[in-house]
C-alpha cells in the first residue's frame, strides 16, 4: 500500500515540470494520492500541459492565492469533488525584480508588499480559505516550501525576508491548527534549478556554495527528488505528532559553518 492511500492532497506551484511541487504531485500520486493542481494567471495552460505528464494527469483549477474569490472557487469546487481534503502543498513565492539580486535597499514598500503577501501571507490565506475542508476530513497535513532563513544571504534579498516571515507564519499556524489536528510544517530545500530560481540573478552563486560545503553533496536537479520525498512523508501518517517544525533537505548544509 502507498504512503498516502486514500488521501486527497491539493498541489500548488506546478508550472514546469522542474517544479518541486511537480515532483511532489508525481510522488503523492505514485504513492497512492488523489491529485488536484492549481495554476496562476497566464501560466495556467502551461500548468495544464504539463499535468498530462503525470501518472494520473490530475484536473487543475484556478488560483491566483492573491484573489479570495479564487480561494472560494477552489474550496467549493474541491468540497463537490471530495467532500474533504487531507493535504495542502503551498509551492508559492514570487518578488518583484527590486527586491532580488541586490541589496535590501533598493525596494520600496509597493514592491516589498507584493513579495510578502505572495510568498509568505499566502500560506495563511491558502491555510485559512481550506480549512473547513480539512475540519471535514478530521483533520490535515499542509506543507510549505522554504529557503532557510536563519541568515541573509547574497542576491535572496526580500525574498529571504518573506522566507523568514513564512518560517513565523508556519509556527503561528500550527499553534493555532493544532487543535483541529491540522499539522502545517516546511521543507527548507537547497537550491534547485527551477523558474523561480533562474529568476534569481545570482543564484549560480548558491550553486557553487553548496557544492563545496554540503555534507552530503548537492545537485542542483535533485535528481533523487528528496525535497518531493519529504513533503510526501510530512504528507503522509508519518509523522503525527511534528507540527510547527522545518525539515531541511539541503545535503546538511545547514549544519555546517565552513
Ligand atoms: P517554480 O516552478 O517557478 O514555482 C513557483 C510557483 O509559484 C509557480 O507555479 C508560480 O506560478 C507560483 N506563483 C507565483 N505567484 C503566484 C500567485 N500569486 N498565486 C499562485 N501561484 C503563484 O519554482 P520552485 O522553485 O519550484 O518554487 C516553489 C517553491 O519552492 C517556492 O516557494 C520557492 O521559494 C521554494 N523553494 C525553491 C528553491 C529552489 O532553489 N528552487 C529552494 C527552496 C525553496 P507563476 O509562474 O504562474 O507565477
Redesign the pocket.
Known amino acids: 500500500m502507498g504512503l498516502l492511500e486514500g488521501k486527497r492532497i491539493l498541489v ?5 515540470d ?4 511537480f515532483g511532489v504531485a508525481d510522488r503523492a500520486q505514485r504513492e497512492g494520492a488523489e491529485v488536484v493542481l492549481t ?5 495556467l495552460s502551461l500548468t495544464r500541459r504539463v499535468a498530462r505528464k503525470l501518472p494520473n494527469p490530475p484536473e487543475v483549477l484556478e ?4 484573489h479570495p474569490e479564487h480561494l472560494d472557487r477552489v474550496r467549493d469546487e474541491l468540497g463537490q469533488r471530495w467532500g474533504g481534503l487531507d493535504g495542502i502543498l503551498h ?4 518578488a518583484p525584480p527590486e527586491c532580488l539580486g541586490g541589496d535590501v535597499l533598493r525596494a520600496d514598500w509597493e514592491q516589498v508588499a507584493v513579495a510578502m503577501e ?2 509568505a501571507y ?1 500560506l495563511k490565506a491558502l491555510t485559512a480559505g481550506l480549512l473547513p475542508l480539512m475540519e471535514a476530513a478530521g483533520g490535515g497535513s499542509v506543507v510549505g ?3 532557510d532563513a536563519t541568515v541573509a544571504w547574497p542576491a535572496y534579498a526580500w525574498m529571504g525576508v518573506a522566507k523568514a516571515a513564512l518560517e513565523s507564519l508556519a509556527r503561528y499556524l500550527a499553534r493555532d491548527l493544532g487543535s483541529r489536528q491540522v499539522r502545517v510544517n516546511l521543507v ?5 534549478r ?4 533562474k529568476s534569481i540573478p545570482g543564484f549560480g552563486d548558491f550553486e557553487e556554495a553548496w557544492n563545496v560545503r554540503a555534507p552530503l553533496g548537492w545537485d542542483v536537479r535533485d535528481p533523487q527528488g528528496a525535497v518531493a520525498r519529504a513533503c510526501v512523508a510530512l504528507l503522509s501518517d508519518l509523522f503525527p505528532m511534528t507540527t510547527g517544525e522545518i525539515v531541511h533537505v539541503d545535503g546538511g548544509y545547514h549544519a555546517v559553518g565552513a
Do not use: E, Q, Y
Not at 509551492?91 to 514570487?94: D, L, M, N, R, S
Not at 527551477?194 to 530560481?197: C, N, P
Open positions: 500548488t506551484g506546478v508550472l514546469t522542474d517544479s518541486l511541487a495554476g496562476h494567471d497566464r501560466a488560483l491566483d492565492v492573491t509551492a508559492i513565492a514570487f505572495v510568498s499566502s516550501l522554504d529557503f527548507a530545500a537547497g537550491p534547485v527551477t523558474m523561480a530560481a
